[in-house]
C-alpha cells in the first residue's frame, strides 16, 4: 500500500480549494487533505501546526503572490505543487524545487504524474533527474499558449485563448470577440463559457460581458462604471461585481 502523503491546499477562492480536494479524493487515494488556506495568516499558521508533505500553491492570492509568504519562512520542509491560471509565474516557481506546475483547470492525468513524483519511493530517483532537461520542459510548458475549441455554423474553430478579448451574451449565444479576428458566434450560453475560461483570467463583468483581465486598459469610475478594453470599446461593470473586480484588477 501507497505511504500516506498528508497535503495542504493553499487558495484564496473557496471553490478553487473544493476543486483540488475532488480531484485529489477521485484520482489521488494515497493523499490524505491536512487542511486549507486562503489568506495569509491562515497559511503560515498551517504550515507551521500541521507539518504537511506536500502543499498546493495558488500563485495569486488577492493583492500578493505565494513567494511574497515563502520568502518569510525560515526553512522549507515540504515539496511543493503550484497551481494557477496564469503560466507566467512558472520560472519564479523552479526556484524553489518545485514539484510541478499545474495550470487550471487541473488535468487530472498531469495531477497523478505530479502526485506520483511525491511519494518516498520516488525520492530515491531524484538525484537521478536532470536539472537541465527538468527547466527545459518547464520552459516549453510555460510558452504553450491555451487554446479552447468552439463550434459554430461554420464549423469547430481551434482559437487562442489569450486572443479572446471578451465575450458578450446573446440569450442562449455567446458572441467572441477577438484580437484583430472576425467575431465567432456560438449555441452556448455566457454561464458556460465563463465556466471554461475563468480559470485564464476571465471575469463577468456584467450578466451580457465577460472579459479577458489583459486586455482591459482603463477601469472608469464615472458613469456608474466601465472598463475601457484594448480595443477601445466600452463595457459596463455591474454594481455587484465593482468589488471582486477592483482585487482582480489590483486597484491602490
Given at each position: ?9 493553499i487558495d484564496?477562492e ?9 480531484l485529489l ?5 494515497q ?19 500541521l507539518?504537511?508533505?506536500?502543499v498546493?500553491l495558488?500563485v495569486?492570492?488577492g493583492?500578493?503572490t ?9 526553512e ?69 499558449v ?24 446573446n ?5 467572441f ?20 475560461l ?17 486586455h ?28 471582486e473586480?477592483?482585487q ?5
Amino acid at each position: 500500500m501507497d505511504q500516506t502523503l498528508k497535503c495542504f491546499i493553499i487558495d484564496d477562492e473557496k471553490k478553487a480549494r473544493e476543486n483540488i480536494s475532488l480531484l485529489l479524493s477521485t484520482y489521488c487515494p494515497q493523499v490524505e487533505i491536512i487542511g486549507e488556506a486562503g489568506d495569509k495568516k491562515s497559511i503560515l499558521e498551517g504550515l507551521s501546526s500541521l507539518n504537511p508533505d506536500v502543499v498546493f500553491l495558488d500563485v495569486q492570492l488577492g493583492s500578493i503572490t505565494i513567494f511574497d509568504i515563502l520568502d518569510e519562512l525560515e526553512e522549507i520542509d515540504f515539496k511543493i505543487i503550484f497551481v494557477s491560471a496564469f503560466n507566467q509565474y512558472a520560472v519564479d516557481g523552479y526556484k524553489y524545487n518545485a514539484l510541478g506546475y499545474l495550470l487550471k483547470p487541473i488535468d487530472p492525468k498531469l495531477l497523478v504524474e505530479v502526485i506520483d513524483k511525491a511519494s518516498p519511493l520516488q525520492e530515491k530517483n531524484e538525484d537521478k533527474e536532470d536539472p537541465i532537461a527538468s527547466f527545459n520542459q518547464l520552459y516549453a510548458k510555460i510558452h504553450e499558449v491555451p487554446k479552447i475549441s468552439i463550434t459554430d455554423s461554420k464549423g469547430t474553430h481551434v482559437i487562442k485563448i489569450p486572443s479572446v478579448l471578451y465575450c458578450i451574451s446573446n440569450g442562449n449565444y455567446t458572441t467572441f470577440i477577438r484580437k484583430n479576428e472576425k467575431e465567432i458566434v456560438i449555441s452556448k450560453n455566457l454561464k458556460y463559457i465563463e465556466s471554461k475560461l475563468q480559470p485564464f483570467g476571465f471575469f463577468r463583468i456584467h450578466r451580457s460581458y465577460l472579459i479577458n483581465l489583459d486586455h482591459v486598459n482603463t477601469l472608469v469610475k464615472e458613469q456608474g462604471g466601465y472598463v475601457v478594453m484594448s480595443n477601445e470599446k466600452s463595457l459596463p461593470i455591474a454594481r455587484d461585481s465593482k468589488k471582486e473586480l477592483y482585487q482582480k484588477l489590483n486597484v491602490i
